[in-house]
């Protein structure tokens, strides 16, 4: 098992930025993929971003790519997502996830196929 515990959200106004943080812990393998997903009110869970340990380059979504970054700190078992310029739209509860191994497409990663996830943390970004 892999206990993941999310911070860093909260309510920011239109523009701004904000650090998103996942501490994971138990069976940890830097061979796992991790990843953020979001999930706004009424709305399907959907992927945001995700990167491996084992370099190569991270996986956004078109709707954050060149506003959002993800990092990982495999030595800590951590993976953070730094949100630029954030819209209303972002506003959603942030989950972090795990897939375990390798041999998939970051892509191709949904929510079906994830193996753990976070409590979730709530962003709201108001206009």
């Known amino acids: 098992q892999v206990q993941l515990v999310e911070s860093g959200g909260g309510l920011v106004q239109a523009g701004d930025s904000l650090r998103l943080s996942c501490a994971a812990s138990g069976r940890t393998s830097s061979s796992h993929a991790m990843g953020w997903f979001r999930q706004a009110p009424g709305k399907e869970r959907e992927f945001v971003a995700a990167?491996?340990?084992?370099?190569?380059?991270?996986y956004y979504a078109d709707s954050v790519k060149g506003r959002f970054t993800i990092s990982r700190d495999n030595a800590k078992s951590t993976v953070s997502l730094l949100m630029n310029s954030l819209k209303p739209e972002d506003t959603a509860v942030y989950y972090c996830?795990?897939?375990?191994?390798?041999?998939?497409?970051?892509?191709?990663?949904?929510?079906?196929?994830?193996?753990?996830w976070g409590q979730g943390t709530q962003v709201t970004v108001s206009s």
């Open positions: 996830a795990v897939r375990s191994g390798g041999g998939f497409l970051l892509s191709r990663w949904s929510p079906r196929s994830t193996d753990y």
């Open positions: 990167i491996r340990s084992s370099g190569g380059s991270p």
